[in-house]
């Protein structure tokens, strides 16, 4: 059973709705009043352009923007108050929002990164990593990216798996995204749902392999499919109704099954990848998180593995 005691929120100063901070509430109040920290990560570029001011200036204005800004957080959370919730905020001047939650993640043992998350148009994405592509990299712990819709009363969470993996990495994930995603759907009341996808035969290969049978290559696949659905359902003693078997790639699988099913929350694990093969191709998590009208919950295995 999940045990949530210290979740982080990052505020967004440029959202009037907080919906992380709701979202971060809801959780705390499933059977456990977690603490909750509300982070605004702050820096004025105009700083830098101070040079000809003295450091004791210089350290004057930049305190007067942080108390600025901790009054605003302090009203703004007052509106986000609920009985039995304790929410601390924090204000910390960074001109680098993601390392300042991975960091503040760290330090302080968070166990639940929560933070809202917005479209991001291709091109910018390439050039300029986004703040959630970042985390989903590189995040100590689970992190929730949430979209503006509320999680339904007995509402359905989609676990994503790769059941083909052989590798111990994937396998070790698979475990890890069942039993969470299992925990997460017992805490919110809410109705458990698996996907597994596999992929097609390419279109291009009945052209190179004149002798190659697609129809064969997909029909095997998929009663290999259908046995690895099979054992998975008996080991974790789920219904055939609980876990979907796709034909097709995981991204867009992952996409329609949470739309046909209407989700609350998609649950998958993510590897992170740095350099220009993370900018320009990315994982499963970074693919779909601007498709998916649900909140995506993300898990890496380094973030799993801590006592």
């Given at each position: 059973?999940?045990?949530?005691?210290?979740?982080?929120?990052?505020?967004?100063?440029?959202?009037?709705?907080?919906?992380?901070?709701s979202r971060?509430?809801?959780?705390?109040?499933q059977k456990q009043n977690a603490p909750i920290k509300a982070l605004l990560t702050i820096y004025d570029f105009s700083y830098e352009m101070t040079?000809?001011?003295?450091?004791?200036?210089?350290?004057?204005m930049r305190s007067a923007v942080i108390a600025d800004r901790i009054d605003w957080l302090n009203k703004l959370v007052a509106h986000y108050q609920h009985e039995g919730v304790v929410i601390e905020t924090k204000v910390l001047w960074n001109n680098r929002l993601y390392e300042a939650i991975i960091n503040e993640a760290i330090e302080f043992k968070h166990d639940l990164i929560v933070k809202s998350t917005h479209s991001h148009p291709k091109l910018k994405s390439v050039?300029?990593?986004?703040t959630d592509w970042h985390l989903l990299r590189k995040t100590p712990c689970p992190l929730l990216l949430v979209k503006n819709n509320d999680w339904s009363s007995h509402g359905r969470i989609l676990a994503a798996v790769h059941l083909g993996a052989e590798d111990e990495l994937h396998l070790r994930l698979n475990e890890q995204i069942t039993s969470y995603s299992r925990d997460l759907a017992q805490l919110v009341d809410g109705e458990l749902h698996v996907i597994n996808a596999y992929p097609?035969?390419?279109?291009n290969i009945a052209i190179e392999l004149p002798d190659f049978d697609p129809e064969l290559y997909n029909r095997s696949v998929k009663e290999q499919h259908e046995e690895l659905v099979k054992d998975y359902i008996s080991q974790y003693q789920l219904s055939a109704e609980q876990v979907h078997l796709e034909e097709g790639l995981p991204d867009d699988a992952i996409i329609d099954t949470a739309y046909n099913l209407d989700v609350?929350?998609?649950?998958?694990?993510?590897?992170g990848r740095s350099g220009l093969s993370g900018a320009l191709i990315g994982n499963t998590a970074e693919h779909v998180i601007d498709q998916l009208n649900c909140d995506l919950l993300a898990l890496r295995p380094e973030s799993l593995s801590k006592p």
């Amino acid at each position: 059973m999940i045990q949530y005691q210290n979740i982080l929120v990052v505020i967004d100063p440029t959202q009037d709705e907080q919906a992380a901070l709701s979202r971060a509430i809801f959780l705390s109040q499933q059977k456990q009043n977690a603490p909750i920290k509300a982070l605004l990560t702050i820096y004025d570029f105009s700083y830098e352009m101070t040079s000809m001011l003295s450091s004791d200036e210089r350290e004057a204005m930049r305190s007067a923007v942080i108390a600025d800004r901790i009054d605003w957080l302090n009203k703004l959370v007052a509106h986000y108050q609920h009985e039995g919730v304790v929410i601390e905020t924090k204000v910390l001047w960074n001109n680098r929002l993601y390392e300042a939650i991975i960091n503040e993640a760290i330090e302080f043992k968070h166990d639940l990164i929560v933070k809202s998350t917005h479209s991001h148009p291709k091109l910018k994405s390439v050039i300029f990593t986004p703040t959630d592509w970042h985390l989903l990299r590189k995040t100590p712990c689970p992190l929730l990216l949430v979209k503006n819709n509320d999680w339904s009363s007995h509402g359905r969470i989609l676990a994503a798996v790769h059941l083909g993996a052989e590798d111990e990495l994937h396998l070790r994930l698979n475990e890890q995204i069942t039993s969470y995603s299992r925990d997460l759907a017992q805490l919110v009341d809410g109705e458990l749902h698996v996907i597994n996808a596999y992929p097609p035969a390419p279109a291009n290969i009945a052209i190179e392999l004149p002798d190659f049978d697609p129809e064969l290559y997909n029909r095997s696949v998929k009663e290999q499919h259908e046995e690895l659905v099979k054992d998975y359902i008996s080991q974790y003693q789920l219904s055939a109704e609980q876990v979907h078997l796709e034909e097709g790639l995981p991204d867009d699988a992952i996409i329609d099954t949470a739309y046909n099913l209407d989700v609350g929350v998609v649950v998958l694990g993510t590897c992170g990848r740095s350099g220009l093969s993370g900018a320009l191709i990315g994982n499963t998590a970074e693919h779909v998180i601007d498709q998916l009208n649900c909140d995506l919950l993300a898990l890496r295995p380094e973030s799993l593995s801590k006592p």
